[in-house]
């Protein structure tokens, strides 16, 4: 078991948010199910989902079942790191699709309100460098885009302006 594992709180819906992030995220899993007791306060029926422990990605997470009031902000977001323009097309696709609300950045929030950034791997790289110059041109490109395009990053990184 992993030493750190977030927990994310849905109101009612988070056998359907699990499953969905099951199909995005192909490799995932289900490791295990709880369900309400009879007796659970709140309004919880006895034998609902109270929570599932799942994996992305090799990711640990849990999904709770806690009911109204807690929605998601931008304060949290899960990063999905990409290898290529074709794997943040389609994580960003999937993920916003039915409802998903796209953002700047290559921020979007899924349609279960849940806050994503699907950037390619190396803006670490150019985010992180020694060159202020670059950090500065990759940052403003960054700001201009909603879905982050790679070839376009990489121009902004090589250009010496």
């Known amino acids: 078991m992993q030493k750190i594992t977030p927990m994310f709180w849905f109101d009612g819906n988070a056998e359907e948010a699990v499953q969905f992030y099951l199909s995005v995220f ?5 490791h295990s199910t709880a369900r309400f007791p009879e007796g659970s306060p709140g309004d919880n029926q006895p034998g609902t989902v109270m929570t599932i422990a799942f994996e992305l990605k090799g990711q640990q997470f849990v999904a709770l079942n806690g009911g109204p009031g807690f929605p998601f902000t931008n304060a949290v977001s899960l990063v999905v790191n990409c290898d ?47 060159d202020p110059a670059m950090v500065k041109r990759v940052t403003s490109a960054v ?19």
């Open 26 to 30: 192909k490799d995932g899993k289900i």
């Open 143 to 161: 700001w201009q885009m909603e879905k982050l395009d790679l070839a376009e990053l990489q121009r902004a990184a090589s250009v010496d302006s």
């Open 84 to 130: 290529s323009q074709e794997e943040v097309d389609y994580f960003w696709e999937k993920l916003a699709a039915d409802g998903g609300e796209p953002n700047v950045c290559g921020w979007l929030r899924d349609k279960f309100g849940m806050p994503w950034q699907i950037v390619p791997s190396q803006i670490w790289d150019w985010l992180n460098g020694d």
